[in-house]
């Protein structure tokens, strides 16, 4: 009795296969994941998917629009569970650390924003305006609390950059400068993004007080 998986066998000559764009997408995610973005091409998912290139080409359209979608289907399933506390610090937190996970779960998300692709998904807008609302409740007008949610983002986006290009090489690791070894042994990088966060809500909140108090007769 045959135990070959029909997903993963060549289409026979004369017989091409047909795939739903849902197939190409969770293909696309599996490769971009495991080998980058790089290695995601029509002949790398056809031969995922036992189909011909072309067959995938036709079923999705570009790279580009693959691309958007991986990324869109990333965040709507790491976002899909978000509990968002009531006040604005926790929500300026749990932003940040979801955000974090997102990107450190599925790198391709990170490397395809830097190329071409917006971090934009079903939820996203709904997610910025929670953050946003979120900062004008500490006090900032609605200009800044839109440039603060930026502040944030860019500190774990840049935070995950340095995790995800580093890896887990040993030249990579903090503690081969001779100061950081001997003060930390060994480094913590949850440890360095939360003290991150720390930082960042308590300058949000300074800020956010002087700017009040600027405004108050």
């Not at 949610?149 to 990579?172: C, K, L, M, P, T």
Request: glycine residues 8%; without cysteine.
């Amino acid at each position: 009795m045959s135990t070959t998986d029909p997903a993963t066998t060549p289409r026979r000559r004369g017989r091409p296969n047909a795939v739903t764009r849902d197939q190409v997408i969770d293909a696309g995610v599996l490769v971009a994941n495991d080998t980058g973005l790089e290695s995601l091409s029509f002949r790398a998912l056809g031969h995922v998917l036992g189909v011909a290139p072309t067959t995938v080409q036709r079923t999705i359209g570009d790279l580009d629009v693959l691309h958007a979608e991986l990324v869109r289907r990333s965040i709507d399933e790491a976002t899909a569970q978000i509990e968002w506390p009531d006040e604005w610090r926790g929500v300026v937190r749990t932003f940040a650390e979801h955000l974090l996970v997102l990107l450190l779960r599925h790198p391709l998300v990170l490397e395809s924003h830097r190329r071409r692709a917006p971090l934009v998904s079903t939820h996203s807008d709904q997610i910025v305006r929670r953050v946003v609302d979120a900062l004008r409740e500490a006090g900032f007008d609605d200009e800044h609390a839109v440039y603060a949610f930026f502040v944030v983002y860019d500190f774990v986006i840049g935070h995950a950059s340095v995790r995800i290009g580093r890896g887990n090489s040993e030249e990579g690791r903090p503690e081969r400068h001779a100061l950081v070894g001997q003060i930390l042994g060994e480094h913590d990088y949850d440890e360095r993004f939360a003290l991150g966060i720390d930082l960042l809500v308590a300058g949000i909140e300074r800020v956010a007080e002087e700017r009040r108090s600027t405004l108050d007769p």
